[in-house]
């Protein structure tokens, strides 16, 4: 596949999006949401200096956004930003990526540890933050869980857990409620040990962003791969778009006007210490033959 460079210059660009002929893309150290044209011009949209990462889109049409730092999610109409949620009291870690269903429930997952300050590797929940603003943890004991997709016909729910090994799928209710947990995509044995490197070195395909198609496969950012694989349910990888040498793809989105443009978001690495004051994190677009479908 052909990539084309979309956009240079970020520091760590993390939860692309499609919504009304735009991407929008958080940049963790910039600390900005952008809104960016087809052809790469970049405006941004709202300013978060407790860094962005996964947003999305309530049924009113507002963007809700995750504040890592301060483990909130934030509610933008246009105009004011807000507290949509606080979610401290259920995180082990910095908040991290999240996805709306069609009904507006928000699923926002966490670190669990501290990654970036070599805290031991351990498991973290996942959230559900309903309209009314009620927090709910909808299911615990997951590994780094991290872009999550629902399937086009909104009934299921799938979590990347980036430190797992796999894709972790739930049955979705029109009420936001989860049951029927299984392993959507195996890639390998869960990985042990007490230290990121330990885990690491066990890790086949580390699922990080990910986004749907309209034949019920996601293509997921492999986060130790350098590249996004596109996934079927059971685990096989039945393609792949491999970043240029030097960079690794930590999310993916699939968007523009039919649905078939890939974008991947790829920076050299992702350590925060190596990140925060460089700007060599970029954008990149290929063309696929299934277009988009669920969300985000």
């Excluded at 949401?33 to 790469?40: A, D, E, H, I, L």
């Excluded at 299921?156 to 049951?179: I, P, Q």
């Excluded at 293509?219 to 350098?226: F, I, L, Q, R």
């Excluded at 968007?255 to 994190?281: I, Q, S, V, W, Y």
Aim: hydrophobic share 40%.
């Amino acid at each position: 596949m052909t990539l084309s460079t979309l956009l240079t210059g970020g520091s760590f660009f993390e939860g692309p999006r499609w919504h009304q002929g735009h991407w929008w893309v958080s940049d963790f150290y910039r600390g900005t949401v952008s809104r960016v044209t087809p052809s790469g011009e970049e405006t941004v949209a709202l300013e978060v200096h407790t860094q962005p990462s996964g947003s999305g889109r309530l049924p009113d049409g507002s963007l809700v956004v995750v504040s890592m730092t301060d483990q909130r999610v934030l509610r933008w109409d246009s105009s004011t930003l807000a507290t949509y949620a606080a979610l401290a009291p259920y995180c082990g870690g910095l908040l991290n990526d999240l996805v709306v269903d069609a009904a507006g429930h928000v699923f926002v997952g966490d670190f669990g540890f501290d990654l970036m300050g070599g805290g031991a590797p351990g498991p973290a929940s996942l959230k559900r933050v309903d309209p009314d603003g009620t927090v709910t943890v909808v299911a615990e004991d997951l590994l780094f869980p991290n872009g999550m997709a629902i399937t086009g016909d909104g009934g299921t729910l799938v979590v990347g857990e980036t430190f797992g090994n796999r894709c972790t799928a739930f049955d979705l209710a029109a009420d936001g409620s989860l049951s029927n947990r299984r392993v959507w995509a195996e890639f390998g044995p869960v990985p042990t040990g007490g230290t990121l490197d330990e885990v690491l070195g066990q890790v086949v395909v580390a699922p990080d962003g990910c986004t749907g198609d309209a034949e019920g496969h996601l293509w997921v950012a492999d986060a130790v791969g350098g590249r996004a694989v596109r996934v079927a349910e059971g685990g096989e990888v039945v393609d792949e778009v491999r970043a240029p040498d030097g960079l690794g793809v930590y999310a993916c989105a699939l968007g523009g006007d039919d649905g078939r443009t890939l974008l991947l978001c790829c920076a050299p690495d992702f350590l925060e210490h190596n990140r925060r004051a460089a700007r060599e994190a970029v954008l990149l677009t290929t063309q696929v033959e299934v277009p988009h479908a669920g969300r985000p």
